[in-house]
């Protein structure tokens, strides 16, 4: 009872935050969708910067960015199905196998060139390539990354993420691909599993649905990249062990039951809600134990980084789904 007495304050805190967060991202959504996860992290930064967060809200605050994140990367594993993966087809599974590597190794080679922090540049791959700020903060403690590196990793994967849906959006009205090569373009290449499906519905429902499912094979290699990342940081860091997270484990479980079809199709969409929010508050709480002053330095030079990277994704794989896929 008493833990539940620390908590409360700080929880209250942090979702009152959470429904302003949405509300904002609702009324701008059609200028532009920042996402209530990047507005939430500048509320959060904000208010910390500002008036700095009260002691008596600190438990509650951890436990979002601590507790809450894990229930929510473990609950987003039920909007994934292992079936329609499988029906993609091997081209778009091995392109999918292939991409994410790929991105992670040139925005390491591209933090290297404009000398930012590794664990920075793996986290903008891993946003990039895999499923946007949900793979930043599930990554982070694989490679035991600082709270502020999550962050710029964050901040920079969500804005790049809206931009490239308002580019995407009104490529799709223009361009002469096919419904089903945008749905893997926007699939392939957008930075959040929002991101990727609000671009890729933008042509209509067949390319909707084909980007969602391209989207969700990219979701999977969360398992395998966390795995290389923790043995590749736990070589790197001798001092300090990095620990596999098992909840990506469960997020794994989450998925087997889904793609089982046991579950009624309510109760999905109502775990896909709570994941959002759980996240979304372990976001903000994020933001609310950010120093500005120690991000300052990293935030610029990440930022080039993470444009570039898209920019070569972007145009990279326009390319190969239109001649090498289809």
């Known amino acids: ?121 793996v986290l903008l791959g891993v946003g990039s390539s895999i499923c946007g700020a949900s793979a930043v903060v599930a990554m982070s403690s694989c490679i035991n990354a600082e709270e502020d590196d999550s962050i710029v990793a964050v901040s920079i994967i969500n804005f790049l993420g809206a931009i490239g849906v308002l580019v995407y959006s009104t490529i799709s009205i223009t361009s002469s691909m096919s419904n089903l090569e945008y749905g893997i373009w926007s699939g392939i290449s957008l930075q959040g599993v929002a991101h990727a499906i ?25 398992v395998p990249i966390s795995l290389v990342l923790s043995y590749i940081f736990n070589k790197e860091d001798k001092e300090s062990k990095v620990k596999f997270p098992m909840y990506i484990l469960y997020f794994v479980l989450a998925g087997i039951i889904s793609s089982l079809n046991i579950l009624p199709l309510e109760w999905i969409k109502v775990l896909s809600k709570l994941s959002s929010v759980f996240i979304l508050m372990a976001m903000i709480g994020m933001g609310l134990n950010v120093d500005i002053k120690s991000i300052k330095d990293k935030g610029m030079k990440a930022l080039i980084v993470g444009i570039l990277l898209f920019s070569v994704i972007s145009m990279t794989m326009y390319f190969v789904s239109i001649y090498c896929i289809v």
Do not use: C, D, W
């Open 1 to 121: 009872m008493n833990r539940i007495k620390k908590l409360l304050p700080g929880l209250l805190f942090v979702f009152l935050i959470s429904i302003i967060s949405i509300f904002i991202n609702n009324k701008i959504k059609h200028i532009m969708n920042l996402e209530s996860l990047t507005i939430g992290i500048i509320i959060g930064i904000i208010y910390n910067n500002t008036f700095k967060t009260r002691e008596v809200l600190k438990p509650g605050i951890n436990f979002s960015l601590k507790t809450l994140l894990k229930l929510g990367i473990v609950i987003l594993g039920f909007k994934l199905n292992f079936r329609s993966l499988i029906e993609l087809g091997p081209k778009v599974v091995m392109m999918i196998i292939l991409y994410v590597p790929f991105v992670l190794i040139l925005s390491y080679l591209l933090g290297k060139v404009f000398k930012i922090n590794n664990k920075v540049a």
């Open 198 to 222: 609000a671009a890729a519905f933008a042509r209509g429902n067949q390319s909707g649905e084909i980007g969602t499912l391209v989207k969700m094979g990219r979701v999977v290699m969360l």
